[in-house]
Nanobody, 123 residues
């Protein structure tokens, strides 16, 4: 069992930055690919960014490319999402997730989820 806890959310003005963190405990998450998803009110949970278990490959949804950076530190069992140039449309609850296989873009592929952290971007 992998337990994931997100932190770092908050309220920021448009154009500002936030850094989200995801801490893993329980069994090691080596071998698990990781990702960030987000869910706005009344909307489905959607893919934001993913990173392979080695950290050697990353992927982003088009709307955050060039603004968000995903990274991980397996020695510290942690993952981060640096979010720059934030926009009001980035407002959502952000979730970290871990998977052992399957499509990086699909929520059903992920074995473990955090409880989420709220990000609110004011205009």
């Amino acid at each position: 069992q992998v337990h994931l806890v997100e932190s770092g959310g908050g309220l920021v003005q448009a154009g500002g930055s936030l850094r989200l963190s995801c801490a893993a405990s329980g069994r090691t998450f080596d071998g698990y690919a990781m990702a960030w998803f987000r869910q706005a009110p009344g909307r489905e949970r959607v893919f934001v960014a993913a990173i392979t278990w080695t950290g050697g490959s990353t992927d982003y949804t088009d709307s955050v490319k060039g603004r968000f950076t995903i990274s991980r530190d397996n020695a510290e069992n942690s993952m981060s999402l640096q979010m720059n140039s934030l926009k009001p449309e980035d407002t959502a609850v952000y979730y970290c997730a871990a998977r052992s296989g399957g499509s990086r873009y699909q929520t059903w592929a992920y074995n473990y989820w955090g409880q989420g952290t709220q990000v609110t971007v004011s205009s």
